[in-house]
């Protein structure tokens, strides 16, 4: 059974950085393409980045374009989103979800596994 469990979030501070790590189980990284996706309060559910394994490519929302970065840890069989220059309209909880093949894409209809989610509050 598939499971992807997030970590790393908490509260930080505008301009200040969180490194999210979303771990896989009984999961072949390479035959999935793994997004990170959002939900502040009273909004919808927005994809924010995805990874393709197989050959490293990357998609990411206009938003954060320049600020964070999605990669893979092959030791560890984890996708890590670094996000740098927090603002406080990143505030939401953050998701990591999977979605079997290989088409690159944030939109979360697309996506069959999904993580419990962790906080993120970027404040002051």
Known sequence: ??????????????????RLSCAA????????VIGWFR????????GVSCFRSRD??????DSVKGRFTISRDNAKNTVILQMNSLKPEDTAVYYCAARWGQVLTIATSQYDYWGQGTQVTVSS
Do not use: F
């Open 39 to 46: 939900q502040a309060p009273g909004k919808e559910r927005e």
């Open 25 to 32: 189980t009984e999961l072949t990284l390479d035959n999935y």
């Open 56 to 61: 490293g490519r990357t998609k990411y929302v």
């Open 1 to 18: 059974q598939l499971q992807l469990v997030e970590s790393g979030g908490g509260l930080v501070e505008p301009g200040g950085s969180l």
